[in-house]
Nanobody, 118 residues
Framework: QVQLVESGGGLVQPGGSLRLSCAASVRDFSIYIMGWYRQAPGKQRELVATITSSGSTNYADSVAGRFTISRDNAKNTVVLQMNVLKPEDTAVYYC????????????WGQGTQVTVSS
């Protein structure tokens, strides 16, 4: 089983920064692809960023250049550094995990709220 716990959400003004963390309770964390997704009210969950076990990253166009995903395989953690936040980044952010050959992310945390507002 995989358990994921997010932390670090909150209220921030436009242009500000937040750092989200995800702690994974799982054997062999390094074999999992990790990702951050978000869901705004009335919208579907969407990809924010993913990172492979070797550190290859992928970003949604809307966050590229502002957000950075990283992982520490020794500490079973993945971090999303969010800079230059915009009101449209407001959403519940979810940490996800999947094995390399899985077709979709199938393990999720409980989510953490990020609100960007003045």
């Amino acid at each position: 089983q995989v358990q994921l716990v997010e932390s670090g959400g909150g209220l921030v003004q436009p242009g500000g920064s937040l750092r989200l963390s995800c702690a994974a309770s799982v054997r062999d964390f390094s074999i999992y692809i990790m990702g951050w997704y978000r869901q705004a009210p009335g919208k579907q969950r969407e990809l924010v960023a993913t990172i492979t076990s070797s550190g290859s990253t992928n970003y949604a166009d809307s966050v590229a250049g502002r957000f950075t995903i990283s992982r520490d395989n020794a500490k079973n953690t993945v971090v999303l550094q969010m800079n230059v936040l915009k009101p449209e980044d407001t959403a519940v952010y979810y940490c996800g995990a999947k094995r390399v050959f899985a077709s979709a992310f199938n393990y999720w945390g409980q989510g953490t709220q990020v609100t960007v507002s003045s």
